[in-house]
């Protein structure tokens, strides 16, 4: 028993030294996730995993880009960080014209993930997100249910991001096994709240017999409840919003959301720089001579998930 006790103090100061010297020679280690539409509540939760990470790892991280949608200050941001030389960049594929800037960091040697929307026609190297469709899906069958089944309903996203497209197949899959429920439109919010409610109110006007909005970005569930609160159909007309921003979660207290697609948004980053801090510091000998071989080493895609968020536990997601 001694012996045993000798070798456990052996092997527990021997992985502990390995430990702090890991811990070393990594803390200087710079990550940076690079975005736009830091001021979408949304954003928040990326912010909070990029801190979390880094905190865990024991490595620096930065959140950069651009408070509003604007791809050109985007890439400038992007430019910014390799510029930085990190050991890893994670970014937010909102369209195939950032493909560019991507494969211009891995050529500089800096590995990219990208998170929430993929960029599959560039030299990334994983996708962490949520599976859009599936998200859509869900909340598709979700919006079915609330409106008994049959009647008109409306789609609000920002045409043209990969992410929401996929969104929108996955509700329109799921409307589409109910053959008395009609998609009567497709609404573009600019990922803009005011815009959002603007377009709202037009639908409402034109179908003044709509049963439904579904949201595929955060924009589009306060907008909608916007619109819906002032035609005085609170409750009439069912939306399903997209994500856990303040708007929503009291939208949902108040009655005037029926539900939300939430991903575990914070996720992305989150095992988006453990997959790069591997990378560059874990290599697993799955073969003989990973290189040789081509292999990385590292998942290609991590699938976080969404929820459904509804009056029964809005709660659990407000933050403190």
């Not at 329109?172 to 600019?190: G, N, P, Y």
């Not at 009439?236 to 697609?261: Q, T």
Request: charged content about 20%; glycine content about 10%; hydrophobic content about 45%.
């Amino acid at each position: 028993m001694k012996r045993f006790l000798i070798a456990l103090m052996v092997l527990t100061a021997v992985v502990g030294g390995l430990s702090a010297q890991i811990n070393a020679n990594t803390k200087d280690q710079l990550y940076i996730e690079v975005s736009a539409i830091g001021n979408l509540d949304y954003f928040y939760d990326h912010k909070m995993g990029m801190e979390m990470v880094g905190k865990e790892l024991g490595v620096r991280t930065e959140y950069v880009g651009p408070a509003e949608y604007d791809m050109n200050a985007m890439v400038a941001a992007f430019e910014q960080a390799i510029a930085k030389k990190p050991k890893g960049i994670v970014v937010v594929g909102f369209e195939p014209s950032l493909n560019a800037i991507v494969d211009k960091a891995v050529k500089a040697g800096i590995p990219v993930v990208t998170v929430d929307a993929d960029l599959p026609g560039s030299k990334r190297m994983a996708f962490v997100g949520t599976s859009n469709f599936t998200a859509g899906f869900t909340g598709g069958n979700k919006l079915a249910s609330l409106i008994g089944g049959k009647g008109k309903v409306a789609i609000m996203l920002k045409p043209g991001q990969s992410n929401l497209e996929e969104r929108v197949a996955g509700y329109k899959a799921a409307l589409a096994t109910f053959k008395d429920i009609t998609v009567v439109q497709l609404v573009d919010t600019q990922s803009d709240p005011v815009v959002a409610a603007q377009a709202a109110t037009s639908l409402l006007i034109k179908y003044p017999d709509l049963a439904g909005i579904a949201c595929v970005e955060a924009a589009g569930g306060s907008g909608a409840a916007t619109a819906v609160k002032e035609a005085g159909k609170a409750g009439k007309v069912k939306i399903i919003a997209m994500d856990r921003g303040n708007e929503v979660l009291e939208g949902i207290a108040s009655g005037l959301i029926s539900a939300s697609v939430a991903q575990q948004t914070a996720l992305m980053p989150y095992y988006a720089v453990q997959i790069l801090f591997n990378y560059n510091n874990s290599k697993v000998a799955i073969t003989s001579n990973n290189k040789a071989a081509g292999v990385m080493g590292i998942p290609n895609a991590i699938d976080t998930g969404a929820i459904i968020i509804d009056s029964t536990n809005y709660k659990f997601f407000q933050r403190k």
